[in-house]
C-alpha cells in the first residue's frame, strides 16, 4: 500500500506540502484555542472582567477565523489530492488492463477488474482523505502532549508508557484480524459482480428457462457470504471502539489516583495535576482520532493490494523494445504466413495446435474448416495475437509479428470476430471503431458492401441510430453485417472472418461475399467457416483435424483427395450439389 | 490554580463511547465535515425545496429500510441511553474526585498551620479572594490530607461507570453490525429480486456496468455508512438532549443562547448540504458510468484490441474519469467545509455565554462555578452537533447511493402473473397469434396485425429477410415482451391468463447468442432441468452429441467453465446449450438459428437429433436452411413485421410471390457461386 501510495501522491507533492501547512496553522491555532478559553475563564469570568472577556473573545474569534479559512483551504486541497490520486489509480489500473492479452483478462476475470478500478479504488481514496485530516495534528498533539506531560510531571507521565502500547497493542490485535476478513471481503464483492454480470448477459435463457428463483437462489449464497464477512468485520469493529475508550477513560483515572498520591507526598500541586489530565486528554484524544483513521486502514490495505496486483501484472503478450515497423509501400503487402507454429494454453499438456505451416496471399481467399474443436478459431486468434505461439514462427509481410509493435500489426488486420460484439453508441460511432476519421460515404460503401444499408437506412437516425451495449437492440445479423461494416472500414490489407456468416440468411450471405470478393480484391482474406457453401471457391482451403492441418488446395483438389474433407462436404451439401 | 475549582476543568476528559473524534467517526470518503444538522432527522425544520425533498423523501425511505430491525434499534437507542446518562455523570464524579483532592490538600495546608476552615473563609474574603473564600465555604476540608478511602470509592465508581458504559457500546455497536449488514443483505436481495421481474426493456436500454455499479459500489457504499453512523447518530442526538436538560437546569438564559447555535448551524448546513447533495448524487452516477465503460471495454477486450481503440477506450475513460474526479472532489471538498464553519459557529456562541454570563456574574444574578460549569457543558453540547452534522455528511453519500438503488427498485416491472392463472399442464402445443400488434419503440411500428394459426405438432419456418421481425415474434411467443394489441393463445389458452413460468416452461428455446455461466458443463446442462438424473443428463449430452468432447476435456463433465466462456469454442457452446433445450424436454420447441455456429460435421447429426426431438412438437424454426424450409409443415415467410404469406414450400413456390423470388435470390444463388 505503501508503494501505491508513494508513487501516486508524488506528483502532488507540492499540495501536500501545501496542505501540511495549513494543517500546522490549524493545529497550532487549535493547540492555542484552549488556552484562550482558560483564560476567558480564570481572569475573565471568575474576575468578572467583561472587557477582558470581549477582548479575548475577539482574539479567540480571529483565532477561530483563521483556523477554519485554513482548515477550508486544506479540505480544498486535501479533496483535491485524494481524488486525483483516485483518478490516476483508476487511469494506471484501465491503462494496464488494455495492455493485457485474453490470458491477464481471464486470470483476473472482468468482474474482479471492475472492483479493482472502482471499489477497491474508492477504499484507498477514503484512507487518503481522512488520513491528510490528522496526519499533522495527530502526530503534534501527542508529541506536544508528551513534552507538555513531562514538563509537568515526570513520574506520573510513567503511565503512558503503559496506556500508549496497550493502545498500540489493540490497534495491532484488530488489524491482524480484520485485514483477512477485508481481503474476502473484496473477493466476495467479486463474485457479486460476477454472479450479477452473469444474470445481466443471460437474462433471456434464464427467463426462458424459468430460471429466475434459481438464480436468485446463486446470488442469495453470495451475497449472505459477503454478509457473515461484513458482519464479522463490522462486530470487530464495534469491539474496537468501546475498548479504546475504556483504556482511555481508565487511564484518566488511574492519572487521578497515582495523581493524589503524589500531590499528598507533595510532588504534585493541584494545579499541575489538573494540567496533567488536560494533557493526558489530548495526548488519548490525539491517539483516537488516529485510531480512527486506523480502523481504515485494513480495508485500503487490502484494496491497494489488489489493485497492485493488476498494475503489477506484465502481459503474458508485449511489444518489443525495438520493433520492426513494417514498410507500408513494401513490395509484399498481406501476406500472412505460418511456419511450424504450435500452441498450447498455459499449464496444458497437450498442445491445441501442432506443426501448422501455410502461406496466405494478397488478393487470395485462404478457408479454413474443420469439426468444433479442431483448433480453427484458436489458430486465427494467434494472427492477431490475442495469443502468442508457444513454438514457430508467424510472419506478416515478411516480418515475425512477435517483432512488430501491435499496433502496427493490428493496423493491418480487420477482424470480424465470431460474437459480433458491438459497442453502446451509435451505427455510426461503432463503425468508426477502426477508422475514427472515416467519412459518412465510407461508412455507407462499407455498409453497401456489408449489405446493411437496407436496414441502417430503416433505423430511426440511420447512422446516429442509436446501438445498446452488445448490440441488443439489432438482430443477430443485423449486428454481424455491422461488424463486418465495421472491419470493412478499417481497410486493412487483411481480414479474418471467424465464422462470421452464421447468423446471416442464405441470400444476405451470398451477395455479402459475392460483394467482399469485388471490393477487398487485393486484400488477404481467411476464414474459418462452418458452412461449406461459403467457402467452395476459396483459393486454398485447409482441413484441420485436432489440432493439425490434414490437407489443404482447393475444392475441387481436396474433394478427391483428403477424406475428412469429403465427410465434411458431403454432410452438408448432399443434395443439391455434391461435386458440382 | 484558583478558576478551576469544583466541577471538570476545562478539557476534562469526557469521552464517550459511540462518539469520535475530529477525524470523523472512522472517517467516511467526505472525512470530517457535517451535513444536515439534526433537525433533518425528522425534527420537521423548514428544508429547502426540489432536490432536498429527494433527499429528505430518500433519507426516510433509507431509515425506512432498517424498519424490520425496529425492535433492536430500539434496544439500541435503550441502552444508549444509558451509556449517555453514565457519559454525562461520568465527568461530574471525576470533578467530584478532583474536589476530593483539593480538599484534602487544603486542608493539610490550612487546618496543618492551625486555622480553621471558617477563619481561612475569613481571611480570604478579606484578601478580596471572593470566589477562594466561596469556594472554600463549600468545602470538607480535611486535615488528614486527601482522604484516599473516598477518593477510591469514587474513582471505583467512575471505573464502573465507564466499563458499563464501554460493554454497553460494545453491546450497541454488536446490535448495529447486525442491523445494517441484514439491512443491506435485504437491499441487495431486493435488488437482485427486482431484476427477476424488470421487463427484458430494461435490460435493453441500461448498461451493464451501472446496475453492476448499484448493486456493489452503491450498496456497498450504504452499507458502510450506515455502519459507521448509526451508532453515533443515535449516540449524538442522545448526547445533545442530555447535556441540554442538565444546562437547562442550571440556566435557561443561557441554555437558550446555547440553543441559538442550533439554528444557525442548520442553516449553515442547509446552506451547503443543498450544494453537496447535487454532487454526491453526481459522485455516485459517475461511479456507475465509469463502472459501465470499464464493464463493457472489459467485455469487448480482444475487439478493442484488434481495432487498435485502446487509447480511445483510454481516454473515454479519461474523460468519465476526470467527471468522477470532479463530482467527488466537490462533493467532499463542500461538504468538508461544514466542520470549520460549525467550529466557528460554536467558538461564537462560547464567546456570547462568556460574556453574557460573565456580565451575569457581574450583576450577582449566577454564580461563578455555575458559569464554569455551564461552560463546560456547552463544550459539550456544540460538540455532538458538529458530530450530528458530520455523521449526517456521511448519510448524505449514502441517501445518494441509496436513491440510485430505489430509481431501480422503482422501475415499473413486469405486469404481475394472474391471480387466478389457468393452468398450463403438459399442452398439446397448439398456438394462436390474434391480430398481434407490437413495436420496441413507440414511433417504430414493427408487427401490425399479425395472425396466424398452428396445429399442435406442426413445425413452422419462420424465413425472411433480416430484421423482418423473426426474433421478435419469438420473444413475443415467450412473453419477454407484452403485446401493444391481439393475443396469443396456447390451446386456446390466452398467454396472459397463466403464469409466465408455465408458459416459459413449456418451451424449449436455442438462442442466438449462447448463455453459459460460471460452474461446470455439468452444472451448465442440467440448468436444463434442475432434477435430472445423471442418465438423464447423459442422454441429453449425447443427443445433442456433447458428451463426445466433453469427455476429451481433461475434467470431463466437471470441468469449470470460465467467466466469459473463453475456454470453449463457439460451436462448443453452441452444443452445450442444445444439450440443454434436450434436457428440459418441452411440448414446443423455439430454435433461433440453432445451428449456425456448429460445424457442418457435427451439424448433420444434430439436425438428425432435432428431427427426432422435433417429432410431435410444435417447433417454430427461425430457418436458414433449405432442408429445414422444405420439410416444414409452415413457412411463414416475413417481411417489415408483418406476415406476407404462409404455406408450404410446393404451394409457395406456385404462387410465384415473394417467397419465390426470396427462394430464387437466396437458393439458386447461393447454389450457383456453392458450384
Do not use: C
Amino acid at each position: 500500500m505503501i508503494r501505491l501510495l508513494r508513487t501516486y501522491l508524488r506528483p502532488y507533492a507540492a499540495q501536500l506540502a501545501v496542505v501540511l501547512v495549513l494543517l500546522l496553522v490549524g493545529a497550532i491555532g487549535n493547540l492555542y484555542l484552549p488556552d484562550l478559553n482558560g483564560d476567558i475563564i480564570n481572569n475573565g469570568v471568575v474576575k468578572g472582567d467583561t472587557d477582558y472577556i470581549v477582548r479575548v473573545g475577539a482574539l479567540m474569534l480571529v483565532i477561530t477565523v483563521i483556523v477554519g479559512l485554513a482548515a477550508i483551504a486544506s479540505v480544498y486541497l486535501s479533496s483535491l489530492i485524494a481524488n486525483a490520486f483516485a483518478r490516476d489509480v483508476r487511469s494506471a489500473v484501465f491503462s494496464t488492463v488494455e495492455t493485457f492479452g485474453q490470458v491477464e483478462v481471464n486470470q483476473f476475470g472482468p468482474a474482479s477488474l471492475i472492483t479493482r478500478n472502482t471499489n477497491d479504488v474508492q477504499q484507498v481514496q477514503q484512507l487518503v482523505f481522512v488520513a491528510l485530516t490528522v496526519v499533522v495534528s495527530a502526530p503534534i498533539l501527542i508529541v506536544g502532549g508528551i513534552f507538555m506531560a513531562l514538563r509537568t510531571d515526570v513520574p506520573l507521565s510513567g503511565l503512558l508508557v503503559v496506556v500508549l502500547p496497550l493502545m498500540a497493542l489493540v490497534i495491532g490485535l484488530v488489524m491482524s484480524r480484520a485485514i483477512p476478513l477485508f481481503r474476502a471481503t473484496q473477493a466476495k464483492l467479486d463474485r457479486i459482480n460476477q454472479v450479477m454480470r452473469e444474470t445481466l448477459a443471460g437474462v433471456r435463457v434464464i427467463r426462458a428457462f424459468v430460471r429466475t428463483r434459481h438464480e436468485e437462489a446463486r446470488f442469495e449464497t453470495a451475497s449472505l457470504d459477503l454478509y457473515d464477512t461484513q458482519l464479522r468485520a463490522g462486530r470487530l469493529f464495534a469491539l474496537t471502539q468501546p475498548v479504546i475508550f475504556a483504556i482511555f477513560n481508565l487511564s484518566t483515572v488511574a492519572a487521578i489516583w497515582f495523581g493524589a498520591i503524589r500531590v499528598q507526598n507533595g510532588g504534585l500541586s493541584i494545579g499541575d495535576l489538573t494540567a496533567f489530565l488536560q494533557y493526558l486528554s489530548q495526548i488519548l484524544f490525539a491517539v483516537l482520532t488516529a485510531v480512527f483513521v486506523f480502523i481504515l486502514v485494513p480495508r485500503a490495505a487490502v484494496s491497494a493490494g489488489r489493485i497492485i496486483e493488476v498494475l503489477d501484472t506484465a502481459p503474458s503478450i508485449h511489444d518489443p523494445d525495438e520493433p520492426v515497423v513494417p514498410d507500408p509501400a513494401g513490395p509484399e503487402r498481406g501476406i500472412v504466413e505460418f511456419s511450424g507454429v504450435e500452441f498450447r494454453y498455459p499449464g496444458a499438456q497437450e498442445p491445441v495446435l501442432h506443426g501448422i505451416s501455410f502461406r496466405a496471399e494478397p488478393g487470395r481467399t485462404t478457408a479454413i474448416v474443420g469439426s468444433t474443436g479442431s483448433g480453427k478459431s484458436t489458430l486465427i486468434n494467434l494472427i492477431p495475437r490475442f495469443y502468442d505461439a508457444t513454438s514457430g514462427r508467424i510472419l506478416v509481410d515478411g516480418v515475425d509479428i512477435k517483432t512488430m509493435d501491435r499496433e502496427d500489426l493490428w493496423a493491418q488486420i480487420g477482424v470480424i470476430p465470431q460474437k459480433a460484439f458491438l459497442f453502446g453508441g451509435t451505427v455510426a460511432s461503432n463503425l468508426r471503431f477502426g477508422k475514427a476519421d472515416a467519412t459518412d460515404e465510407e461508412l455507407w460503401h462499407a455498409l453497401d458492401i456489408a449489405q446493411g444499408r437496407d436496414f441502417v437506412s430503416e433505423m430511426d437516425g440511420g447512422l446516429e441510430a442509436p446501438i445498446t451495449q452488445g448490440g441488443s437492440n439489432v438482430s443477430g445479423g443485423q449486428r454481424q453485417r455491422l461488424a463486418i461494416a465495421r472491419a470493412v472500414v478499417k481497410d486493412a490489407p487483411i481480414y479474418i472472418f471467424d465464422d462470421s456468416f452464421s447468423a446471416l440468411d442464405f441470400a444476405t450471405d451470398a451477395r455479402l461475399r459475392a460483394a467482399l470478393e469485388r471490393e477487398l480484391g487485393r486484400a488477404t482474406v481467411i476464414i474459418v467457416a462452418q458452412r461449406v457453401g461459403t467457402i467452395l471457391n476459396a483459393d486454398q482451403i485447409i482441413v484441420m483435424d485436432s489440432g493439425r492441418i490434414v490437407g489443404s488446395g482447393t475444392h475441387r483438389q481436396l474433394l478427391e483427395t483428403n477424406e475428412t474433407y469429403r465427410e465434411i462436404v458431403y454432410s452438408q451439401l448432399s443434395e443439391e450439389e455434391a461435386v458440382a | 490554580m484558583s478558576g478551576r475549582p469544583g466541577a471538570d476543568g476545562p478539557g476534562a476528559p469526557v469521552f464517550r463511547p459511540g462518539t469520535a473524534g475530529p477525524g470523523g467517526p472512522g472517517g467516511r470518503p467526505m472525512g470530517p465535515g457535517g451535513g444536515r444538522g439534526p433537525g433533518m432527522m425528522g425534527l420537521g425544520m423548514g428544508l429547502p425545496p426540489a432536490k432536498a425533498d429527494d433527499f429528505r423523501g430518500s433519507l426516510r425511505r433509507l431509515f425506512g429500510t432498517l424498519g424490520p430491525e425496529r425492535p433492536l434499534i430500539v434496544l439500541v437507542v435503550l441502552l444508549a441511553i444509558v451509556s449517555v446518562t453514565f457519559n454525562v455523570i461520568g465527568p461530574k464524579i471525576l470533578g467530584e474526585a478532583i474536589n476530593l483532592i483539593v480538599e484534602g490538600e487544603l486542608g493539610k495546608q490550612i487546618l496543618g498551620s492551625g486555622a480553621t476552615q471558617q477563619e481561612a473563609i475569613d481571611t480570604a474574603r478579606a484578601q478580596g479572594q471572593k470566589q477562594l473564600a466561596d469556594m472554600l465555604s463549600g468545602m470538607q476540608l480535611n486535615a488528614g490530607g486527601i482522604d484516599f478511602g473516598a477518593l477510591a470509592g469514587l474513582l471505583g465508581v467512575l471505573v464502573a461507570v465507564y466499563v458499563i458504559s464501554s460493554i454497553f457500546g460494545w453491546i450497541q455497536g454488536w446490535i448495529m453490525a447486525g442491523v445494517t449488514q441484514r439491512t443491506v443483505l435485504k437491499l441487495r436481495a431486493d435488488v437482485d429480486r427486482k431484476l427477476g421481474r424488470l421487463p427484458l426493456r430494461y435490460f435493453d436500454s441500461h448498461p451493464r456496468g451501472d446496475l453492476l455499479s448499484r448493486v456493489t459500489n452503491d450498496i456497498d457504499n450504504i452499507g458502510q455508512s450506515l455502519q459507521q453512523s448509526l451508532t453515533q447518530l443515535i449516540t449524538s442526538l442522545l448526547t445533545i438532549v442530555g447535556v441540554l436538560i442538565l444546562m437547562l437546569t442550571i440556566s435557561p438564559l443561557l441554555a437558550v443562547i446555547s440553543l441559538l447555535a442550533v439554528p444557525a448551524s442548520l442553516a449553515v448546513t442547509i446552506l451547503i448540504v443543498r450544494r453537496s447533495q447535487q454532487q454526491f448524487v453526481a459522485q455516485w452516477a459517475s461511479t456507475g458510468a465509469l463502472n459501465g465503460h470499464v464493464e463493457e471495454m472489459h467485455t469487448g477486450h480482444s475487439i478493442v484490441k484488434a481495432f487498435g481503440r485502446q487509447r480511445e477506450a483510454i481516454e473515454v475513460f479519461d474523460r468519465e474519469n476526470e467527471r468522477l474526479f470532479d463530482a467527488s472532489r466537490r462533493a467532499q471538498f463542500i461538504s468538508g467545509i461544514i466542520q470549520p464553519a460549525m467550529t466557528f459557529i460554536s467558538n461564537l456562541n462560547y464567546v456570547a455565554i462568556a460574556v453574557i454570563g460573565g456580565l451575569q456574574v457581574a450583576a450577582g444574578q449566577l454564580s461563578i462555578g455555575d458559569v464554569v460549569a455551564f461552560i463546560q457543558y456547552s463544550r459539550q453540547f456544540t460538540f455532538p452537533i458538529i458530530q450530528t452534522a458530520s455523521i449526517v455528511n456521511v448519510l448524505q453519500s449514502a441517501v445518494a447511493s441509496a436513491e440510485r438503488v430505489f430509481e431501480l427498485l422503482d422501475e415499473s416491472e413486469e405486469s404481475a402473473d394472474p391471480v387466478h392463472a389457468v393452468p398450463l399442464d403438459a399442452p398439446v402445443g397448439a398456438v394462436r397469434f390474434e391480430d398481434v400488434s407490437f413495436r420496441y419503440l413507440p414511433e417504430q411500428p414493427l408487427i401490425d396485425d399479425l395472425s396466424l394459426d398452428v396445429s399442435a405438432g406442426a413445425t413452422v419456418a419462420i424465413v425472411g429477410p433480416t430484421g423482418a421481425g423473426k426474433t421478435t415474434l419469438v420473444n413475443l411467443l415467450m412473453r419477454f415482451y407484452e403485446l401493444d394489441a391481439g393475443r396469443i393463445t396456447i390451446d386456446g389458452i390466452d398467454t396472459r391468463d397463466v403464469t409466465r413460468d408455465d408458459l416459459r416452461r413449456s418451451f424449449g428455446m436455442v438462442l442466438q447468442d449462447t448463455w453459459l455461466f460460471n460452474g461446470t458443463i455439468r452444472e451448465n446442462i442440467a440448468y436444463g432441468r434442475l432434477d435430472a438424473t445423471d442418465v438423464e443428463l447423459r442422454a441429453a449430452a449425447e443427443a445433442a452429441h456433447v458428451d463426445h468432447f466433453v469427455r476429451t476435456l481433461p475434467d470431463g463433465y466437471d470441468t469449470v467453465i470460465d467467466d466469459d466462456a473463453t475456454n470453449l469454442s463457439a460451436g462448443e457452446k453452441q452444443l452445450l446449450t442444445i444439450s440443454r433445450a434436450f434436457l428440459a424436454d418441452p411440448p414446443i420447441l423455439i430454435l433461433d438459428e440453432a445451428t449456425s455456429s456448429v460445424d457442418t460435421r457435427t451439424e448433420v447429426l444434430i439436425q438428425r437429433a432435432m428431427a427426432g426431438l422435433m417429432h410431435g412438437r410444435t417447433t417454430f424454426v427461425i430457418a436458414h436452411r433449405l432442408s429445414t424450409i422444405r420439410d416444414a409443415d409452415t413457412i411463414l415467410v416475413m417481411d417489415r413485421g408483418k406476415i406476407v404469406e404462409q404455406g408450404d414450400h410446393e404451394s409457395l413456390l406456385a404462387r410465384a410471390g415473394f417467397y419465390a423470388e426470396l427462394y430464387e435470390s437466396q437458393f439458386s444463388e447461393a447454389l450457383a457461386e456453392a458450384v
